[in-house]
């Protein structure tokens, strides 16, 4: 798989990449009766979304989607152009735990997925309960070790497949329980 564009948070006034969650997914375009296509291997799951936390609430700000019968109905009031859905405010009831990270050590790059929560130097674990920020976890210390594990073990070597398998497994970080 082609790394794939990931989808971006607001929070704090910073910009931060969507890196993981524990429950289904923030938004579905098939629960507005969409379906979606891939025109990018970079894109397999046919949309992106920017989404921010304000005022301790998730809302879905920004969407492309691209449709796979061309059909783009309003969302949130929004009209698309080209599938682009701008100026949307649309909470998320979300439930459980997401990942927000920034701060990519590109040493750590695997062309592959999405990068791994740990070749960042933040790395935020925010639970949500329908859609309210009830707790923050820093784990910027948690990656830190993972990526000095790495280093130990398996030094520069991410050159081959060998090198990306390592990376993944040594770079995984799991949600705190």
């Known amino acids: 798989m082609t790394a794939q ?16 969650l524990t429950n289904g997914s923030l938004f579905s375009p098939e629960d507005r009766g969409m379906e979606t296509r891939s025109e990018c291997t970079a894109l397999q799951k046919g949309f992106s979304a920017s989404y921010a936390i304000i005022d301790e609430v998730l809302y879905v700000t920004r969407l492309y989607i691209n449709s ?20 949307i405010k649309m909470k998320v009831p979300y439930t459980g735990k997401i990942r927000l990270v920034k701060d990519f050590d590109r ?7 999405y990068q791994a929560a740990a070749a960042h130097h933040t ?13 923050i976890v820093d784990r910027a210390e948690d990656a830190r070790k993972q990526r000095e594990l790495f280093e130990q073990g398996h030094g520069k070597s ?20």
């Open 5 to 20: 564009f990931p989808d971006h948070i607001s929070f704090l006034g910073e910009d931060f990449v969507l890196n993981g």
């Open 68 to 87: 796979k019968d061309g059909l783009y109905p309003n969302i949130d009031g929004v009209t698309p152009v080209d599938g682009v859905y701008e100026g």
């Open 107 to 113: 040493k750590y790059y695997v062309h592959h997925g």
């Open 123 to 135: 790395v935020l674990d925010l639970s949500l309960n329908d859609g309210l920020v009830t707790e």
């Open 158 to 177: 991410n050159r081959d497949a060998f090198g990306f398998q390592r990376i993944w497994r040594v770079l995984a970080m799991d949600f705190l329980p």
